[in-house]
């Protein structure tokens, strides 16, 4: 994990940076948990956007599908499918859509001429593998595409995550990697390349007996420290699991809650609630949190084992 930093400095270039949808929610566990979650252990094939090491625990033959209400006329949409391989092995495909909707197009008076759309997307692929009892790890690979009106850019990225589980203990620890690469086409009539929004994360979650709940701590963005205090790169979860077949979860993502803050006046930013119900082989998960300043925005999971 520590050579990823070093990794990744290889590859940015210009200083510019792009593919930031790539830090929006998809999984609306995880968001539910802060936005940046990457610990909890489910049967739950969202997990794959955030660590595709939890897909050792996702139930074979599993299809999931994601809505996420942006703001405006914007819309997050992905798919995902993953399928068992031996007894060890899970392989994942997956797809993400970042559709920013029609906007004006104007020449160089003002005047609108006409309209054009705007799109990002995400097509990746995961392979995760049980090391032993307790140890999981994934790889996963991704093509990144935008198209704004006329301009595209291409970029190839990947993922490196790593689980510890100790189920008698109620345990997890998590590693991750994200968004390790650099862009092939550049969007710029220029040339100039961006860089990917690379992230190195840890997390651990940690359930207990005596009682329905779970606590999860994420640091999140940790090669990072230019402009943020060290509290910034925190995210608390707390799950209520009143059973087997549902959940209820908080979080507070510190960062979050700096950026956000309008004006230096309390609001709701930082925080997300959402729930969850498993009813035989479906599972729905519905997840509200603010992910921008313009709106906030409501994440929505639905998840099938064929």
Do not use: C
Request: charged share 15%; no cysteine.
């Amino acid at each position: 994990m520590a050579f990823l930093s070093f990794a990744t400095s290889l590859w940015a270039q210009d200083g510019k940076l792009g593919y930031q949808f790539l830090n929006i929610p998809v999984s609306a566990h995880s968001a539910a948990l802060g936005g940046a979650n990457i610990s909890i252990v489910e049967d739950d094939a969202s997990m794959m956007w955030t660590n595709a090491a939890m897909l050792t625990n996702v139930s074979d033959n599993s299809i999931v599908l994601g809505y996420n209400s942006y703001i405006r006329s914007s819309h997050l949409m992905s798919a995902g499918y993953t399928k068992a391989i031996g007894e060890r092995g899970t392989w994942a495909l997956g797809a993400q859509m970042l559709d920013y909707g029609k906007m004006d197009e104007t020449n160089d008076e003002g005047s609108v001429i006409g309209s054009f759309s705007a799109k990002d997307l995400n097509f990746q692929t995961s392979y995760s593998y049980m090391l032993s009892d307790y140890w999981s790890g994934a790889i996963t690979a991704k093509v990144l595409l935008s198209n704004y009106a006329n301009y595209s850019s291409t970029a190839l990225g990947a993922d490196l995550a790593l689980n510890y589980f100790n189920e008698a203990h109620g345990f997890s620890f998590s590693a991750v990697g994200r968004n390790l690469g650099g862009q092939v086409k550049s969007l710029y009539d220029d040339g100039t390349k961006e860089s990917l929004p690379f992230d190195l994360a840890f997390g651990m979650s940690k359930d207990f007996a005596n009682a329905p709940l779970r606590v999860s701590l994420t640091a999140d963005d940790v090669t990072h420290w230019d402009d943020v205090n060290f509290i910034q790169h925190f995210v608390l979860g707390l799950d209520i699991l009143p059973s087997s077949n549902t959940w209820v979860a908080l979080g507070y993502n510190f960062r979050r809650a700096h950026e956000m803050k309008v004006a230096n006046k309390r609001n709701w930013s930082g925080f997300s609630i959402g729930a969850g119900l498993n009813v035989k082989k479906f599972k729905v998960g519905v997840t509200y949190g603010n992910y921008h300043v313009a709106a906030s925005s409501l994440l929505i999971n639905a998840g099938f084992s064929l």
